[in-house]
């Protein structure tokens, strides 16, 4: 059974950091592109970045490049996401999602950027 389970999320100041993890299983981890999308109240879900299965291609969106860095670790079956930088425009519900010939949503985590 596909499984993908982020955590990380909460409340945080601007200026602040979080790390975001995507937790997966039941597939093959390292042949799925990895991505992270977010979804803002009354907003299209969109884009965050990207990363290939081998970590070695990123891409992101320009509203985060430069703050946002996304990471693997294939031998845990896991993606992170290191959000510098914070703005309350970061504000949204993040998911994970994995991508190949299939592609599969995790639940999501709630980023609040607020002081």
């Known amino acids: 059974q596909v499984q993908l389970v982020e955590s990380g999320g909460g409340l945080v100041q601007p200026g602040g950091s979080l790390r975001l993890s995507c937790a997966a299983s039941?597939?093959?981890?390292?042949?799925?592109?990895m991505h992270w999308y977010r979804q803002a109240p009354g907003k299209e879900r969109e884009l965050v970045a990207g990363i290939s299965g081998a970590g070695g291609s990123k891409t992101y969106a320009d509203s985060v490049n430069g703050r946002f860095i996304i990471s693997r670790d294939n031998a845990k079956n896991t993606v992170f996401l290191q959000m510098n930088s914070l703005i309350p425009d970061d504000t949204a519900v993040y998911f994970c999602n994995a991508r190949a010939f299939l592609s599969y949503w995790g639940k999501g985590t709630l980023v609040t950027v607020s002081s």
């Open positions: 039941g597939f093959t981890f390292s042949s799925y592109f």
